[in-house]
């Protein structure tokens, strides 16, 4: 029997309608054959009202109550799902991460999965039932329950398709797919239909939100292939799968697309003192305070001082810019920093071992008189760190210069 894991994000469960329409969906892949292991997110905006209640009794909630209180959430819709099953006279069983075997460990609000013990899961789909499994949770060491952070569920449910030896995994989403750009901004994004995982991970990571960049990560790692699709719809959506088109990488003239990112601040520490060590100083006490920095420059050094730059997202912003103003003084150099900052990237693996599109991503942002900031490049992706005002421009130029709804993806 061929095994497929489907997941379906909170806004494909928002309502009691919503969760009536997945239970359709998940009954005509059961009877269609499928063994089926449905991952399931808490309904519509549930995780964000429990923080914010969280935050109205507690000024510090603790973490190990966040994740209990937070893990409640996915509960609900499992248990809800399985009896919307049933009511379709489905056999089904809802499972919370710690029942389905899930083992995290880590910290609490960002645990990773250490091992998964498939067996129970095993056992009732051998008795052709359904398994709904809790997104976004495990168990610990202690026996209590953790979280993989926000966003989690998708890594559950790639992980769960690793696991289980699935033929696929199936992400249900509201939006048909991946696009060449978010289509609110150009209208003529075109939906890929295809996509290596290593395309994906740096379009996940740089701004695409349709898929946690951790679960498109551990699918490439185990070899799963997961499909991204619309659970409103019957559309193909787009295929994610570890480059399929390897005899292509060197011919192909193009890229996949373009991705944003508005949650960019810059913070620059101006005439500091260099010598070895000075990076370790500015950046283990931002890794010890958990500030997560996306784009490092340091500029070259002049009469022993130099100007370092870096990005964050703007929640650690005013974190940043203290913990530098910190490391500065001593090292005689001052602290600048702009809040309000955006990110643009053009990525692709056509542009592996192809020099020329980073030249004219420039030419295309520079002819719109866009200002750069800063700049990163990696094998298949060049990203702008531009103000925040002119994302929406760049992306718009970017696809047409790039001649992206044009061509066949
Ligand atoms: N419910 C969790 C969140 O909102 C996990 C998820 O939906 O993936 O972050
Ligand atoms: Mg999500």
């Keep these: 029997m061929g095994i497929v894991v489907q997941k379906y994000g909170g806004s494909s469960v928002a309502t009691a309608e919503h969760i009536m329409a997945v239970a359709e969906r998940v009954k005509r ?14 309904m519509g905006k549930t995780t964000d009202r429990l923080l914010a209640l969280a935050g109205e009794v507690s000024r510090e909630p603790s973490p190990r109550e966040i994740d209990q209180l937070l893990s409640t959430g996915e509960r609900q819709s499992v248990a809800l799902l399985a009896m919307a099953l049933h009511d379709q006279g489905i056999p089904a069983t809802s499972l919370t991460g710690p029942q389905a075997g899930m083992k995290i460990t880590g910290r609490y609000g960002s645990g990773i999965i250490s091992e998964i013990h ?89 701004g695409a939100k349709v898929m946690h960049p951790r679960a498109v990560e551990l699918g490439a790692l185990y070899g799963v292939e997961i499909h991204v699709r619309s659970s409103f719809g019957e559309g193909p959506g787009t295929i994610i799968r570890k480059d399929k088109d390897m005899e292509r990488l060197e011919t192909r003239e193009t890229i ?74 001593p090292l005689g150099g001052e602290v600048e920093g702009e809040e309000e900052l955006g990110k643009v990237s053009v990525v692709g693996t056509g542009m592996l071992n192809r020099p020329g599109y980073a030249a004219k991503m420039f030419d295309s942002l520079g002819q719109a008189e866009i200002p750069i900031r800063m700049v990163s490049t990696s094998e298949i992706q060049v990203t702008c760190i531009i103000p925040a005002t002119r994302v929406e421009e760049a992306v718009r130029r970017l696809h047409e210069d790039f001649e992206l709804e044009e061509r066949d993806v």
């Design 29 to 42: 892949g059961h009877e269609g054959g499928l063994g089926l292991v449905v991952v399931v997110s808490a």
């Design 118 to 206: 498939p067996e129970r899961m095993r056992g009732l789909l051998a008795e052709r039932q359904v398994v709904i499994v809790a997104g976004f949770q495990g168990m610990n060491a202690l026996g209590d329950v953790m979280t993989l952070g926000r966003g989690g569920s998708d890594t559950t449910a790639v992980a769960l398709a690793a696991a289980l030896h699935a033929d696929r995994c199936e992400i249900y989403t509201d939006v048909e797919g991946i696009y060449t750009a978010d289509p609110r901004i150009v209208p003529k994004a075109r939906r890929i239909p295809e996509v290596s995982s290593a395309e994906m991970a740096e379009m996940a990571w740089r």
């Design 256 to 329: 996949a697309g373009i991705v944003h990112d508005l949650d960019v601040s810059r913070v620059t520490l101006t005439g500091i003192k260099t010598g070895p060590g000075t990076m370790s100083r500015i950046f283990t006490p931002l890794a010890e305070a958990g500030v997560s920095v996306d784009v490092i420059v340091e500029s070259a050094p002049k009469e022993g001082s130099s100007d370092v730059a870096f990005t964050v997202s703007r929640g650690e912003f005013a974190e940043a810019r203290r913990i530098a103003g910190e490391v500065a003084e």
